[in-house]
């Protein structure tokens, strides 16, 4: 359904008049902002590495076509597939036909698979979808709703909603309205075990793409990226083609460079995967499938993004790794939260890669919401130019609904 | 029932035709401050107003007009226009308090006052001065903007102007970034009249205020964008007066609002509240730099027991 103007301001107004939810969100926007600070404050060197990176998705998305075609004949070379989508259809048509149908599939954490409606899909195909990430959980409890934060998905749910939701639809009783978050963590523990081990496939999204070497990098502190891309026999990676850079050096700087800026650092975890898992300890002859997958697929999707280049102003987006830090330093995120925003993209990036994915009429009366402050490119680790971007979205939609009185 | 983009913009669109400004404010509203201050007319050197700081007090009511069909599910062209008209025609002018007015000409009668107390030598361009089109350019009407840039740069070269100095962040960031981007501004010099008063700090007679306790709101624009920060405060700092920082000031500072106000007054009035009592946290005494913050902090902070001051204000009173 089209998203109008209208809609856009009506569901900021209502958010705020909800004043437990403008609560919970200055609460956790404060507390991420500081943390974010403290972290940059620790490690003096990640605003280097910030920069480093910030040149590497420069050089990436100035080279995407020999990129690109590199990552998938290193995807081959390591025993992997590797497939190249052009839009959300396709995507889903691809994984579709690898998960099949009848299978337990788990999930970690991708934005890129909220972007194409992956889980719905593949439940409607007859497979049985486990989102393993707990913000996820949370959300595929809460049906319907989707992720507000890139990192923290569900940054605007409240701990007595997510009791609610997981008493509804798993009917516990020992569960009420002041159970600590430990209990909740300690269910979805018990629940999601169980669900690890008789997996088929584990589907998991990417931090970072190494063309190089074909390996998928991703950060995250739960363990369940680890475990999603271990356990079943197959693992497939689904990830966008900006995610593509030139090493696996690289791909492990933009993975340090996002947990930092989100204000988790040291990640508990960076996971490298870059083939099937195999032993060569039998006469150094290499077998495939040892403890891990024995199938490695990876599907680079583009969605939009490739049109993006055309644009100068609005390839710069292109850079960005999906930190969220500047939606927690902008004052209309910080005012209208999960309002502000559609699908699993909110916030200043959010109005860039709605357009990208989605078109001039979702973003365009999303933009019209900026205030052009400016927190957003300064906080950005890549300085990314978001003021302009919206800007040039906001002028691209005026002109649209203005027609001939403006041109 | 929120606004339809396309009447605000129109409206706007077309005050901008009928009266060269957003508002459809008439000349004397934006030339009156200047009477009695014998400025030259042009010259090489020019205070730029572009109409704003007079404005504010009718962006107030426009504002607040707007946040009644906001609410009242209208949002029809044709009544917010007529509502508009009537805080804004000449024949309604009384609506506007006569104080009002004159606190904010009496702003940029004190600008005035500061520079030439720096020395700075200076005209003004009286009912030939344009407005700027800040606002079209952050409505995205972009079109609208960049021919109207180009004549107010036409008019600039038409009185010989080489150098202009801004009272405001919009104008400024308009002029020093965004005008580049459609028209060729030749030598023309853009600089901020608290720029001008921090190179020549030393000829100015600051003298220390009473004691008394302010806080200091950066603009998003001047403070992020155009890197004016520590200027102000030295000069500030003349005054021996008692500044709190907020937490969140200079380049962490936080929006204001006001650039939501044609959009939705009402998101931006809950913004301009935010602000106004995460500053009177601080003190209840506010400098201000800029007309737009004066005008969302003002209407965000009406049933707040604060003082918004416009920095100029303050510096005057250290002027003797």
């Known amino acids: 359904m089209p998203t109008t103007y209208r809609d856009v301001v009506s569901r900021a107004l209502r958010f705020r008049e909800d004043p437990k939810a403008v609560e919970l969100l200055n609460k956790v926007v404060s507390s991420v902002s500081s943390r974010v600070y403290r972290v940059l404050e620790s490690y003096p060197y990640l605003e280097y590495l910030a920069k480093e990176v910030s040149e590497v998705k420069r050089y990436s998305i100035a080279n995407l076509d020999r990129l690109l075609k590199q990552a998938m004949e290193s995807v081959e070379r390591?025993?992997?597939?590797?497939?190249?989508?052009?839009?959300?259809?396709e995507a889903r048509r691809i994984v579709g036909e690898i998960v099949g149908e009848g299978q337990i599939v788990i999930k970690s954490k991708s934005m890129i698979t909220e972007e194409i409606g992956l889980r719905e899909y593949l439940e409607e195909r007859g497979n049985e979808v486990w989102e393993t990430d707990l913000g996820m959980l949370i959300l595929q409890y809460l049906e319907g709703e989707r992720p507000t934060h890139p990192v923290i998905p569900v940054l605007h749910v409240s701990k007595e909603r997510i009791i609610r939701a997981f008493k509804s639809r798993l009917g516990l009783k020992d569960l009420d309205e002041g159970s600590p978050p430990e209990k909740i963590v300690e269910?979805?523990?018990?629940?999601?075990?169980?669900?690890?081990?008789?997996?088929?496939?584990?589907?998991?999204?990417?931090?970072?793409?190494?063309?190089?070497?074909?390996?998928?990098?991703?950060?995250?502190?739960?363990?369940?990226?680890?475990?999603?891309?271990?356990?079943?026999?197959?693992?497939?990676?689904?990830?966008s083609i900006d995610k593509?850079?030139?090493?696996?050096?690289?791909?492990?700087?933009?993975?340090?460079?996002?947990a930092a800026y989100t204000g988790l650092y040291p990640p508990t975890y960076i996971n490298i995967i870059a083939g099937p898992s195999s032993t060569a300890d039998i006469e150094y002859e290499r077998v495939v499938g040892a403890h891990g997958p024995r199938e490695y697929h990876v599907?680079?999707?583009?969605?939009?993004?490739?049109?993006?280049?055309?644009?100068?102003?609005?390839m710069d987006m292109m850079r960005c790794i999906r930190c969220g830090r500047c939606l927690i330093e902008c004052p209309a995120y910080q005012s209208f939260g999960p309002s502000w925003g559609s699908g699993p993209y909110s916030g200043p990036m959010g109005v860039g890669w709605i357009y990208i994915t989605r078109g001039i009429d979702e973003a365009g009366p999303l933009s019209m919401l900026c205030m052009h402050a400016g927190n957003c490119v300064e906080v950005c680790p890549l300085s990314i130019d978001l003021p302009s971007i919206i800007q040039r979205i906001k002028s691209m939609y005026v002109s649209r609904i203005m027609g001939s009185e403006e041109s | 029932m929120p606004l339809e983009l396309k009447d605000v913009v129109s409206l706007i669109a077309r005050n901008m035709e009928s009266k060269g400004n957003p508002l459809g404010v008439d000349v004397d509203t934006c030339v009156s401050w200047a009477s009695g201050l014998d400025?030259?007319?042009?010259?090489?050197?020019?205070?730029?107003?572009?109409?704003?700081?007079?404005?504010?007090?009718y962006i107030v009511r426009f504002t607040e007009l707007l946040e009644k069909f906001e609410g009242a599910g209208g949002g029809l062209l044709l009544k917010i226009g007529k509502a508009v008209s009537s805080v804004v025609d000449a024949d309604h002018i009384a609506r506007v308090p006569k104080d009002e007015r004159d606190r904010f000409n009496g702003v940029l009668r004190g600008i005035a006052k500061l520079l030439k107390l720096a020395g700075v030598d200076f005209g003004y361009l009286y009912e030939d001065e344009p407005y700027s089109g800040s606002l079209l350019y952050e409505?995205?009407?972009?079109?609208?903007?960049s021919r109207h840039a180009r004549r107010v740069v036409d008019t600039f070269r038409r009185f010989g102007v080489r150098r202009i100095i801004v009272v405001d962040p919009h104008t400024y960031y308009v002029l020093g970034k965004i005008y580049p981007r459609y028209v060729d501004m030749g030598d023309l010099e853009v600089i901020h009249y608290i720029d001008m008063l921090h190179r020549y700090i030393d000829r100015?007679?600051?003298?220390?205020?009473?004691?008394?306790?302010?806080?200091?709101?950066?603009?998003?624009?001047?403070?992020?964008?155009?890197?004016?920060?520590?200027p102000q405060r030295e000069l500030l700092d003349r005054l021996n007066i008692d500044l709190v920082e907020p937490?969140?000031?200079?380049?962490?500072t936080r929006c204001c609002g006001g650039p939501l106000e044609s959009v939705s007054p009402k998101l931006s009035k809950t913004l301009g509240r935010v602000r106004a009592s995460e500053l009177a946290s601080y003190s209840r005494k506010i400098i201000a730099m800029c007309p737009i913050c004066i005008s969302n902090l003002v209407r965000g902070g009406r049933d707040l027991d604060i003082e918004i001051y416009d920095l100029s204000e303050i510096l005057v009173r250290g002027a003797g």
């Open chain 1, 244 to 258: 593509i850079v030139p090493t696996l050096g690289d791909a492990v700087k933009v993975a340090f460079v996002q």
């Open chain 1, 299 to 314: 599907v680079f999707i583009d969605n939009g993004r490739v049109g993006a280049l055309d644009d100068p102003v609005m």
């Open chain 2, 204 to 230: 100015i007679p600051l003298k220390g205020i009473q004691g008394e306790r302010y806080t200091i709101h950066d603009p998003c624009l001047l403070a992020r964008f155009m890197k004016i920060i520590d």
């Open chain 1, 187 to 239: 269910l979805a523990r018990r629940i999601l075990r169980e669900k690890f081990i008789k997996a088929t496939i584990g589907i998991t999204g990417a931090n970072a793409f190494a063309a190089d070497s074909g390996a998928v990098v991703i950060v995250e502190n739960e363990s369940n990226a680890r475990l999603t891309s271990a356990l079943p026999p197959k693992h497939i990676a689904v990830t």
């Open chain 1, 78 to 89: 390591v025993g992997g597939r590797a497939y190249l989508a052009k839009d959300s259809e």
């Open chain 2, 39 to 57: 400025l030259d007319k042009g010259g090489e050197t020019i205070l730029y107003t572009s109409c704003m700081y007079q404005m504010v007090p």
């Open chain 2, 139 to 145: 409505l995205g009407l972009e079109g609208l903007f």
């Open chain 2, 247 to 252: 937490q969140r000031s200079r380049i962490k």
